[in-house]
Nanobody, 126 residues
Framework: QVQLVESGGGLVQAGDSLRLSCAAS????????MAWFRQAPGKEREFVAA????????YYTDSVKGRFTISRDNAKNTLYLEMNSLKPEDTGVYYC???????????????????WGQGTQVTVSS
């Protein structure tokens, strides 16, 4: 069992940066592949980025490549998402997610996720 708590969201202007954090409980954080998803109003939850359980492999959706960086600190049980050059279309609730380490880092479906955080709102104004 893993409990996930996101923080760091807020209201920013286009071009600004934000850093999201996800604090995980339990001593098994390092055994999970971690990911960030987001959900805009009226839209389905979509994959943003993922990182392997030891933090070497990463995967991003095309729209955030070169702007977002996912990382993790297993000693601190924390996942991060550094977001630069934010755009209005990045607006949404951002969710931290944990999946079995056996799944590929390129797995983008929500069906592969075992645990979800409660989400943190990111709003980018134009």
């Amino acid at each position: 069992q893993v409990q996930l708590v996101e923080s760091g969201g807020g209201l920013v202007q286009a071009g600004d940066s934000l850093r999201l954090s996800c604090a995980a409980s339990g001593r098994t954080f390092g055994s999970y592949r971690m990911a960030w998803f987001r959900q805009a109003p009226g839209k389905e939850r979509e994959f943003v980025a993922a990182i392997g359980h030891i933090g070497i492999s990463t995967y991003y959706t095309d729209s955030v490549k070169g702007r977002f960086t996912i990382s993790r600190d297993n000693a601190k049980n924390t996942l991060y998402l550094e977001m630069n050059s934010l755009k209005p279309e990045d607006t949404g609730v951002y969710y931290c997610a944990a999946a079995a380490a056996s799944t590929s880092v390129a797995t983008t479906t929500t069906r592969a996720i075992s645990f979800w955080g409660q989400g943190t709102q990111v709003t980018v104004s134009s």
